[in-house]
């Protein structure tokens, strides 16, 4: 690059030297690009280097960190409440600045603290401490302001209790800028207590904090208040487990921790006497080589197995607790797919304020270990594969990074700050298949609209005022019609005045539209005040009252359908490898046409709104297929097939035959299959469903005199 | 001349070059600096530079963790279920529930709730098989607390139910019984062991119970947006859909006086914000601020949110039976264990006390939940023949059902004097002859010979093509959890009686179908053989007629919608008709074994049964094209 702008800038010097120049001028466009290659390589090969000398957030611990001395007269906090709850001891009130129910969460500048005589009093961050704060200060919850936070993290490491001398850590806190009895403040503790009781809780007083505590007891817990988080498995992050298929494995049972009280060592071994080989009972080696990791090895007798792999050869896994009722042993079980079988009294499980652990574990009672065999015995083959599928996707979510584990934890503290924002237990606890796989329909109560409801025709029109009229009078005719709603698409022109539009019974109003878009059809107008929606089209004047009172009463049975007249249907053509649009007159539909549909008016919230991708706007540039997309709405989201009602195959007037050339066909059904093409491949997949039924009223051509039957006159094809 | 156009030549050269160079650069250059934040960026966590130095808060040479303590003695306030329940008194039969002798009604709903204890299955009149047992505490609320009833044991095993909260102050008092109570204190409740119940008004039906108010989905924009409880009973409203009405007074209105009736006092609102026991200064602010974070909220969840209130309003509390079956199907469910109800069967329709924990812990295993589980039901059926006292060998209907390509196995339920007869037709799929037991309700067993999820339940004399039954079925597949079926009845309101009565006339609407030709969920063989009252069964065996009525209810209360019919070749109902047992016209009088319509609406509570007017046809039925075409031909035989 420099070399080029020189050379030019000296350009008028060479003029007599320039017919040899040619070559160095070569050269040089030759260097220039050669340069830029270079540049390209140094910049794709060294990109971390440059980020990392560049980043001004790297920083040499121990030259940033302050150091604060603490008096040993300085105020220690009160022990902790055991009864706070959220309304109690928590300030929500600090939380007002939150936007997007989301709260924001501070974290306090690393020191180091030192007592009077300059000893420190703890040791340096963990690791894990360290990749928590990082993982929370890159999440949408951190703040760097103080006085806007919501909650507030100490950068005093309290993971693990051996490490800390209590009272001075505790004096630490209370020293923090808004310490204020620890309200607010979130403490993360994943091994509590100490020989030789171990308390279930972290021992340093904190008054009002909150505790996300790893191994919490029904005793120590305040429900609603503390979290109970996983004690992490560094494992997690050293060995990779690939997801295993779920099914019975080689050991229906195994045990792997090794430090479990002689007593249970004696009874599971009891359970691999009496059960044989389904039952494998591991212990640490005694007899392994120098330089051999013992914590990744276990032994059974003589024989020397891999830890955590050996996990992955069973289909029950035991935790047991030990001193603490936390074990790492469950994260390691969970990673490997295998359900863990619970067994510490009064426990309270990891994040079980959300998570629902029946679906992937088993809990027994200490006093019970002797059955355990029986117990999980009884479990059927397919609960138990649906147990080993979600230990793992627990484990996947909430357990395998320490990351996952602060979020799930603010997570939350979060759904209690804003509950009418929280995330529902179907997306805390259902796996990525469940949820890809399932529907849960918008309009799930059973239940049948009372018919004196009645229902809102909406007519789209353009300039046929004519024939516009004619439908109004057929429909308005309708017994059950409680309003007609016009929708004028026509900027051009104005609405013929109001004297002359047929006089019916019910409200007509005309709502002009912005745009001549189809979509407009379908746009949730305030002026519908049924929940019942007629979608008809300015020109459909063949259809009786009969059939269409018949509709709107098959719509009062299936409410969350789209039920209309003629139907059609979508096929995989196998020549050409996609869909295909089908109006032949088959035994099967998937669609109706929405020419003549009866359907909810929460569905034209969701075609206006809700729309995936870009069909909506494709629909309008088109001018085709609104129907189509609004069949492959409703399908979506609520999973099921259309209503065909009545005989009708067709809505073609039989005056206007003539128009409706064949090749006018050809092209028409070569657009309409593109559309389903194009849907399916927005959608991501083929909502539509097909069915070999229609409904016709219960008598539909029964043997009975007509005149008593409800709807006599019910069309023709 | 030449050399200036050279030069101008190889200054464009150049000239383009360096800006080649340079476009080629630029975006390395961006990909460079762009991570850096600028000096003002917000100051995150540290990277610190010895990160890959720090050592892990687990350390190996911890101490090993291998002196358990023993679990702590259970004492007052903290039980939990492992601890203060002993569940082996519980095996083999699962939960058995004894009313305490000291549980002497003293009141209406004291009445009420023993009543409802004594219709559920968990109810046992014998003490020494019972695993819990029942306790009213006294309704006066400043009542004593009274002596401890016998066998109390310190509690273990025993459920307290107290209708106000706390009418004896030390909780503790109770040591190990579980409390069930309308508005527990947070600080004495127990989770996973104490029941927090609804407060239960005097008036709350004992049965049934009215339903919901929501009649539609989506009801009108409410006038308000939001209700605010106050002392008294009386509602304040603030907030409407149009505007953005602020909660600044002018939107107020007081509701008037206070008012005796619920339905009268209820306000027009879309949500209801009813603040707990503390009255706070700060309720003001607090309204403001759900009524802010409410206008945001997503039409589809408040739509979700009022169906939902519906659905559990009709599932758990409507009546003072369906609060204490639901109570104790909690402490059922803490007994199974694994094998509890799924949070999904608690939480969708039609809810647990419908969804039996026995029948399977699979949601797909059950005919409600195939949609939220992406599931289907399987794609074959097992055909159920009863063959009663008076019937003839059905030849002719087992070569029909086993035409059928859906048929998975056809099950003769012999219940006849007849001796069996020696030979059976020869059959492509499996045909299992089962003994009866000469008992109408006989035929809706759990038999574990079914092997399917879909039942053709058939009688002996009944008469169908195999089109009728592919057809039947393949309908079926699209309504699993209701039943389809060829015959059927109405059911309609008799003014004259002033009572339910029910015809097979032909008519324009019907509500039943007959079980003598039906598919169904093989679940409601359980539900029928296990959730209905002993008394209701006992009345289908004493009138036959009455068991179509009752499989009937049992489904409509269980999907509150209405069968399915299905079309059905007249030739069958000349030559041998699938029988309507009771007489053509509802209005005489019937024989008092035959009003079973009154006498299930009595136990059920209330009138389950859906009337529809649509019957589901094939697509070409009856139309004028080829028959070609049509995929059942059979079906239109005149």
């Known amino acids: ?717 | 001349m030449q050399f200036w156009r050279r030069r101008s030549l190889w200054l464009a050269l150049s000239a383009s070059s360096l800006l080649l160079t340079l476009l080629g650069f630029f975006p390395f250059l961006r990909l460079a600096v762009s991570p850096r934040p600028q000096p003002a960026a917000p100051q995150g966590w540290p990277r610190w530079l010895d990160t890959a130095s720090l050592r892990s808060f687990s350390q190996p040479e911890e101490p090993p963790e291998d002196v358990p303590q023993p679990p702590q003695a259970p004492h007052g306030t903290s039980c939990s279920w492992g601890i203060c329940f002993d569940t082996s008194r519980c095996r083999g039969d699962g939960l058995k529930v004894f009313a305490h002798a000291a549980a002497q009604p003293t009141s209406e709903m004291h009445r009420r709730i023993l009543a409802s204890l004594e219709g559920s299955r968990y109810h046992t009149r014998n003490l020494t098989e019972a695993c819990l047992l029942f306790v009213l505490s006294p309704e006066d609320p400043d009542g004593q607390c009274g002596p401890a009833p016998q066998h109390w044991n310190g509690g273990r095993n025993h459920l307290v139910i107290r209708l106000h909260p706390d009418p004896c102050p030390q909780a503790s008092q109770l040591g190990q019984a579980m409390v069930a109570q309308a508005s527990p204190r947070v600080d004495t409740f127990r989770p996973g062991f104490d029941v927090a119940l609804p407060l239960l008004p005097e008036a709350h039906p004992f049965r049934g119970g009215a339903p919901g108010q929501l009649q539609q989905h989506s009801p009108h924009p409410r006038a308000a947006l939001l209700a605010l409880a106050e002392e008294g009973g009386r509602w304040r409203t603030a907030g409407t859909y149009s505007s953005t009405c602020p909660w600044d007074g002018h939107c107020e209105q007081d509701l008037g006086p206070k008012q005796t009736r619920p339905e009268e006092k209820l306000p027009n609102a879309t949500f209801c914000l009813i603040p707990g026991q503390r009255a706070e200064a700060s309720r003001f602010l607090q309204a403001l601020q759900v009524l802010a974070a409410l206008q945001e909220m997503a039409p589809a969840r408040v739509l979700a949110l009022r169906q939902q209130t519906q659905f559990l309003w009709a599932a758990y509390f409507s009546s003072v039976e369906k609060v204490i079956h639901t109570t104790l199907e909690i402490i059922q469910d803490r007994i199974l264990g694994a094998s509890a109800h799924p949070s999904l069967l608690w939480n969708s329709p039609p809810g647990a006390l419908l969804a039996l924990s026995t029948f399977s812990r699979s949601p797909q295993d059950f005919p409600f939940y195939h949609l939220q589980q992406g599931s289907r039901p399987e794609g074959r059926f097992s055909a159920l023949i009863w063959v009663g006292t008076s019937s003839q060998h059905p030849l002719k209907l087992i070569q029909a059902v086993a035409g059928s390509q859906h048929c998975a196995q056809i099950l003769v339920l012999w219940s006849s004097e007849k001796p069996l007869p020696p030979k059976w037709p020869e059959t492509t799929v499996p045909l299992t002859v089962m003994d009866g037991h000469r008992k109408v309700s006989d035929r809706f067993f759990p038999y574990s010979a079914i092997s399917t999820d879909a039942i053709l339940s058939l009688d002996a004399h009944s008469s169908l093509s195999t089109s009728e039954v592919d057809f039947a079925f393949v309908v079926w597949q699209s309504f699993p959890e209701r039943m389809v079926g060829f015959l059927t009845w109405n059911h309609f309101w008799d003014e004259t009686r002033s009572g339910w009565g029910y015809t097979a006339e032909m008519a324009n609407e019907f509500s039943m179908v007959l079980t003598a030709a039906a598919f169904y969920h093989r679940y409601y063989h359980s539900l029928f053989t296990h959730s209905l009252p002993k008394a209701l069964r006992t009345l289908a065996d004493e009138a036959p007629a009455c068991v179509d009525v009752l499989m009937n209810f049992l489904v409509a209360a269980a999907t509150k919608l209405p069968p399915i019919k299905v079309p059905f070749s007249k030739q069958h109902q000349g030559a041998a008709p699938l029988a309507p047992r009771i007489p053509a016209s509802g209005s005489q009088p019937q024989p008092p074994h035959q009003d079973c319509i009154n006498r299930m609406v009595a136990e059920f509570g209330h009138m389950p049964l859906v009337s529809s007017r649509l019957r589901l046809d094939p697509v070409l039925f009856k139309d004028p094209v080829s028959v070609q075409r049509k995929k059942y031909r059979r079906l239109e035989k005149p």
């Not at chain 1, 320039?18 to 990109?47: C, D, E, N």
């Not at chain 1, 503390?226 to 494992?235: G, H, M």
């Not at chain 1, 602060?406 to 990525?432: G, H, K």
């Not at chain 1, 005989?647 to 003539?658: G, H, I, L, N, V």
């Open chain 1, 1 to 717: 690059m420099c070399a080029s702008v020189k050379h030019s800038s000296r350009g008028p010097a060479l003029i007599p030297r320039m017919k040899t120049k040619h070559r160095i001028y070569y050269v040089a466009l030759f260097s220039v690009v050669l340069l830029g290659l270079l540049a390209t390589g140094v910049f794709q090969f060294w990109p971390h280097s440059i980020e990392a000398s560049g980043d001004w957030a790297v920083e040499k611990r121990s030259a940033a960190v302050p150091v604060v001395r603490l008096p040993r007269d300085s105020p220690v906090p009160e022990r902790g409440d055991l009864s706070c709850r959220m309304h109690t001891c928590f300030d929500v009130y600090r939380c007002g600045f939150n936007p997007k129910n989301k709260i924001k969460v501070y974290i306090y500048s690393l020191k180091k603290y030192v007592d009077e005589l300059g000893a420190p009093v703890s040791s340096t961050i963990s690791r894990e401490y360290n990749e928590l704060l990082a993982a929370i200060a890159d999440s949408d919850y951190y703040t760097d302001d103080i006085s806007r936070a919501c909650l507030f993290v100490p950068s005093i490491d309290l993971l693990s209790q051996h490490a800390l001398r209590i009272r001075e850590t505790a004096q630490a806190l209370a020293q923090l800028s808004r310490w204020d009895r620890g309200t607010n403040h979130l403490l993360f503790n994943m091994l509590p207590g100490g020989p030789p009781d171990y308390n279930t809780a972290l021992d340093v007083p904190r008054d009002r904090a909150l505790l996300a505590g790893g191994g919490f007891s029904t005793w120590t817990y305040r429900q609603g208040y503390d979290v109970s988080i996983p004690v992490y498995s560094p494992l997690s992050a050293e060995v990779a487990l690939p997801e295993k298929g779920p099914g019975p494995r080689r050991y229906f049972l195994l045990s792997s921790q090794m430090a479990i009280h002689p007593e249970y060592r004696e009874e599971i071994e009891a359970l691999q006497a009496k059960h044989g080989e389904a039952v494998l009972v591991l212990d640490k080696c005694t007899n392994l080589s120098e330089g051999v990791l013992s914590i990744r090895k276990r032994c059974h007798k003589h024989q020397v197995f891999d830890y955590p792999q050996v996990l992955q050869e069973a289909t029950f896994c035991v935790v047991l607790r030990g001193a603490r009722l936390g074990q790492a042993a469950l994260s390691d079980v969970l990673q490997a797919g295998c359900v863990p079988v619970i067994i510490a009294d009064s426990y309270i499980l990891p994040f079980s304020e959300v998570l629902d652990w029946k679906r992937a574990s088993v809990v027994v009672p200490e006093e019970k270990i002797a059955d355990v065999y029986s117990i999980l015995q009884s479990i059927p083959r397919r609960q138990m594969e649906e147990m080993q599928r979600q230990a793992r996707w627990f484990w996947e979510a909430y357990f395998q990074s320490i990351k996952a584990i602060a979020l799930a934890t603010l997570q939350i503290i979060n759904d209690r700050i804003y509950p009418y924002a929280a995330i529902s237990y179907e997306e805390w606890n259902d796996p990525p298949a469940v949820k890809w796989s399932s529907v849960s329909n918008p309009l799930f109560l059973p239940l049948i609209p009372p018919q004196s409801q009645g229902f809102t025709a909406i007519v789209l029109t353009y300039d046929r005022v004519e024939s516009l009229f004619r439908v109004i009078t057929e429909v308005s005719k309708v017994p059950s019609l409680s309003k007609l709603l016009v929708v004028w698409n026509n900027q051009n022109k104005n609405p013929p005045e109001d004297s002359l539009w047929p006089k019916i019974r019910v409200p007509l109003k005309v709502v002009r539209t912005a745009e001549n878009k189809l979509s407009n059809r379908f746009f949730p107008y305030d002026e519908i005040e049924t929940e019942a929606v007629l979608a008809i089209d300015d020109d459909i004047i063949m259809l009786t009252s009969d059939e269409l009172q018949f509709g709107y009463e098959v719509w009062r049975e299936f409410p969350d359908r789209l039920v209309g007249y003629p139907g059609r249907l979508h096929l995989w053509d196998h020549e050409m490898n996609k869909w295909k649009y089908e109006s032949e007159w088959t035994n099967e539909v998937s669609m109706v046409l929405t020419g003549a549909a009866f359907y909810h008016k929460y569905f034209n919230y969701l075609y206006t709104y809700k729309m995936p991708g870009d069909i909506k706007n494709w629909v309008d540039a088109h001018m085709n297929c609104e129907d189509i997309a609004m069949n492959f709405l409703v399908a979506n989201v609520t999973g099921k097939a259309v209503i065909k009602v009545t005989p009708r195959k067709k809505f073609k007037c039989p005056e206007c035959t003539a128009i409706d050339g064949l090749s006018l066909d050809q092209t028409h059904m070569v657009e309409r299959s593109e559309c389903i093409n194009k849907f399916a491949s927005v959608f991501g997949t083929m909502p539509l469903k097909v069915v070999e039924h229609r409904a016709d009223p219960v008598l539909y051509k029964d043997d009975f005199p007509e005149k008593l039957k409800s709807f006599p006159n019910i069309g023709s094809l």
